[in-house]
């Protein structure tokens, strides 16, 4: 332990996107592998109250936490590079902070006072902020801030971390992410933009103590000095960040950069261990050295932005990896699938996962990527939604109910093989008719399902409304569908399997989210393996023509 918690602050300037979520992982990652317990919240600016209604478009994943917050994709990254769970503590938007405030204002405990951003609204992000570190058990917190600085949205936030490293003194510290643009007309780096970024925040009263500097090109002689004398900062604190190949190398790029180092001197930790990074090498070598390659279709209706799928795409990597093996992923948009054409879109696959989503757009195409996978004995993995497909795929196509669907996109289906539960329906709030969170599972002996976990209980996350309608449970398991999974409290079905085809399994959870690099998810690795023996059957044929 390191005494009193100490808070680390990550802000980005010049650009979005620059990777505060990848840097502030790796950090995490880096103290912890010398031992230290480390956690990390992402502070976002927007006025939603979490991302839960959010279009994927406009944010990509929304991530769910044990707890069942719904949160943004950072704390999925955050999750997978130090292997321990996030809480709803580890995000907080705007949109909370401004309803904690009002609802308190309502509640009359300001005694009459003007409710105001400072003190009100920056008291209430410093009290989210060090939420986490009241806990006791983490030696240091790091908080991620959302956007630019210089950002409008921002401001609220910048102004509680001037406050809190005032308050903390040697116990806080700020890292400003930047950038370093590259001019190919001169062929040379500039630092103007970081200049700018820093003089920015340092009007709005922050000194940056570290300074990362993200660039496509190796930072020419001298620029670390002109940076660190420009922007007041010391030059080992002035770290090169170049574009990796994977976000699982940026931890060792941070490591030869010292990045871990410099924070434990300037927060006054002078004795600490070496940093024991072996099985993240191990990870490493499996992911970049592969002995052999699958190529799986990953079916949705937002292929075209694949941060929509971003834990399912590392979760796949993280089992590819288990396997030694490299996961191509061709991506299917499910609208653009149809009975006419599926073959010629899914055709060599050797793996099928229908993703998650809401909604009624894509449905039909995912239904007939499940069609296929049955039909030609590929691997299917289907997730939440893409599960559900699988139970009205099956429905139609070998129970003989043409119009069976769920009552999510058809409400007067005569065939409700899917439909909401019962305890959801009188609720109103989008928020509050999903069934979040973890919650348990008792698995059938025997099953896929049940090989890949090795044991018959556990616990997985949900996000979703509707569930497999057991009125048709008897009917389906004559057929050959069998539930391989059910919540032991709720008899809801969980899992479903197809007997008789070489692996083919639906999930009503969500894998994806409990993968990570340290303990890749095992129906992903199963799932790949799967896919892998797929791979081999249809080749002997081919082999055997030639």
């Known amino acids: 332990m390191t005494g009193s918690t100490k808070y680390i602050f990550v802000t980005g300037g010049v650009t979005s996107s620059l990777g505060k979520g990848i840097v502030s992982a790796s950090l995490a990652k880096l103290l912890q592998a010398r031992g230290f317990t480390v956690t990390i919240q992402k502070l976002d600016p927007y006025i939603n109250i979490d991302p839960g209604t959010l279009n994927p478009y406009e944010h990509g994943e929304c991530y769910v936490t044990e707890d069942g917050a719904e949160t943004d994709l950072d704390l999925g990254h955050y999750e997978r590079f130090l292997d321990t769970p996030t809480s709803q503590a580890n995000n907080v938007t705007t949109g909370r902070i401004y309803q904690s405030v009002i609802n308190k204002e309502r509640r009359g405990e300001y005694l009459g006072k003007t409710v105001q951003v400072i003190p009100h609204i920056t008291d209430e992000i410093k009290r989210h902020i060090q939420a986490l570190g009241r806990k006791g058990i983490y030696d240091f917190v790091i908080t991620e801030v959302g956007g630019t600085v210089g950002d409008i949205e921002s401001l609220p936030y910048v102004e509680a971390i001037r406050q809190l490293k005032w308050e903390k003194g040697r116990d806080a510290l700020a890292i400003h992410l930047t950038l370093l643009p590259y001019l190919s007309t001169s062929g040379e780096l500039k630092t103007k933009p970081t200049q700018h970024s820093v003089k920015e925040l340092l009007s709005l009263g922050v000194q940056p103590d570290i300074l990362v500097c993200r660039t496509e090109h190796p930072m020419q002689k001298g620029m670390k000095e002109k940076i660190a004398l420009f922007c007041n900062v010391d030059q080992r604190a002035v770290i090169e960040s ?126 007939e990527a499940v069609k296929y996978a049955r039909g030609h004995g590929v691997p299917f993995l289907g997730i939440c939604l893409g599960m559900q497909c699988a139970v009205i795929e099956f429905a139609r196509n070998v129970l003989g109910h043409a119009e069976a669907n769920s009552t999510e996109m058809d409400p007067d289906t005569q065939w409700p093989v899917i439909s909401m539960m019962e305890e959801q329906k009188a609720k109103v709030d989008m928020g509050g008719t999903m069934r979040l969170g973890s919650y348990p599972c008792r698995l059938v002996e025997g099953t896929l399902a049940a090989q890949a976990y090795g044991r018959t209980s556990i616990k997985e996350r949900h996000r979703h409304r509707y569930e497999f309608n057991n009125a048709f449970i008897e009917e389906f398991r004559k057929a050959g569908m069998i539930a391989a999974g059910m919540n032991p409290q709720a008899k809801l079905v969980e899992v479903v399997e197809l007997q008789g085809h070489p692996w083919f399994v639906g999930v009503q959870y969500h894998p994806e989210y409990k993968s990570t690099v340290a303990r890749p998810h095992p129906l992903f690795v199963h799932f790949v393996q799967a896919s892998l023996a797929h791979a081999a059957r249809t080749a002997q044929p081919e082999a055997a023509k030639a």
């Open 242 to 367: 170049a574009d990796a190949s994977t976000i699982y190398d940026v931890p060792l790029l941070m490591q030869q950069e010292e990045l871990d180092k410099v924070v434990l001197e300037k927060l006054g930790i002078t004795r600490y261990p070496e940093a024991d990074l072996d099985r993240w090498r191990d990870f490493l070598r499996r992911f970049k050295e592969p002995r052999q390659t699958v190529l799986i279709g990953l079916v949705g209706k937002y292929v075209e932005l694949h941060d929509a799928y971003k834990s399912i795409k590392e979760a796949l990597d993280h089992g590819g990896a288990e396997n030694e093996t490299r996961v191509e992923l061709r991506w299917v948009h499910s609208e653009k699938l149809t009975a006419k054409n599926v073959a010629r879109h899914l055709e060599g696959l050797h793996g099928i996962l229908v993703a998650p989503g809401f909604g009624s757009r894509g449905i039909e195409g995912k239904i």
